[in-house]
Each structure stands twice: as structure tokens, then as C-alpha cells.
């Protein structure tokens, strides 16, 4: 199924964050270059970007020729690296855990996935380039609200 998100460009392949050894996965130059700090983007370098989503790692981007960025190089808070609560998920359309989470308390249910699935089909959706991952965010998305729908449940029956 086409979802819409293009993340055509992207290098194969994924090697290890210097600072965590984790594997990451590749971003295309231009989400970097996007979402880079104007100090941060000074010293980009013309190779392929990984992202490492690896939440105890401060390194967002890593690159071929050795160079790295944090998250005080990114504008935007990168979800992956914060704890859950009120991240942002959809850096398109601005969802977050909060407003899933009150959507769920308020109605019984969220349209969140609906409506981002409406967005993508619209294709209105910049996720290759406004996501930090440099990827659709409708996967991520989704886990958060069998995440915070199991939460909910687990306090209801205590």
C-alpha cells in the first residue's frame, strides 16, 4: 500500500551511532538540512545522514565522515528522545500523546489515525521532511494509541 510518504532518496544501508553503537536508519540530506540548527547547519557535510532513535543516545544524526548532531542541534523536539507524555508524533499536523490522550478521555476514542491517514491520502503530509526519522509518522502514531489505550485501561483497573 502507497501511503503517500515519499522517503525515496535515502541511502540503504544502516550503520552504528558513534556514541550508542546502535544501528540507525537512513535520512535523506534534506531533513537534515531542514531541521538543523542555523549553527548546526554549518557544519554539515555533502554525505548520507543516519537517524539514531535510540532514546538514552543524545545523537540525532550521524554521518558517514564522522560528524553527529544532538538534540540541542535540532529545532524541534525529536520524540524519540524524550520520555512519553506530551511528545509530538505528527510534526505535520502537530498530534501529540496529550491530545490522544484527551481525545480518548473525552470521547472513549481518538480519530487520530483516521485523520492522519486523511492528511497522508490528501497527501498533504511533509513527513520525509518535517519528521526528525525522516518518515511517515502514521506507524508511530499508531503505537501511541495502543500504548496510551493500554495505559488507560491498566489505571482503570487498579
Known amino acids: 500500500m502507497n501511503d503517500g510518504c515519499d522517503s525515496s532518496g535515502a541511502e540503504p544501508g544502516a550503520r552504528a551511532c558513534a556514541t550508542c553503537t546502535e ?3 537512513p535520512v535523506q540530506l534534506q531533513t537534515v538540512k531542514a531541521l538543523l540548527t542555523e549553527v548546526a547547519l554549518r557544519r554539515v557535510q555533502l ?16 554521518g558517514d565522515v564522522g560528524d553527529q548532531f544532538g538534540t540541542g542541534d535540532i529545532r524541534v523536539p525529536v520524540w524519540q528522545k524524550h520520555s512519553s507524555g506530551d511528545r509530538v508524533l505528527c510534526y505535520c499536523f502537530g498530534e501529540t500523546e496529550a491530545g490522544i490522550r484527551s481525545e480518548l478521555l473525552e470521547h472513549g476514542r481518538t ?27 502514521l506507524g508511530d502514531v499508531m503505537a501511541a494509541v495502543k500504548r496510551i489505550e493500554g495505559a488507560m485501561l491498566s489505571v482503570k483497573e487498579d
Open 111 to 137: 480519530d487520530v489515525v483516521a485523520r492522519t491517514r486523511e492528511h497522508i491520502a490528501a497527501q498533504r503530509c511533509a513527513c520525509d521532511i518535517r519528521n526528525p526519522r525522516g518518515a511517515c509518522c
Open 23 to 25: 544501528r540507525g536508519t
Open 47 to 62: 554525505t548520507h545522514y543516519r537517524f539514531c532513535a535510540n532514546p538514552t543516545c543524545d545523537t540525532v544524526y550521524f
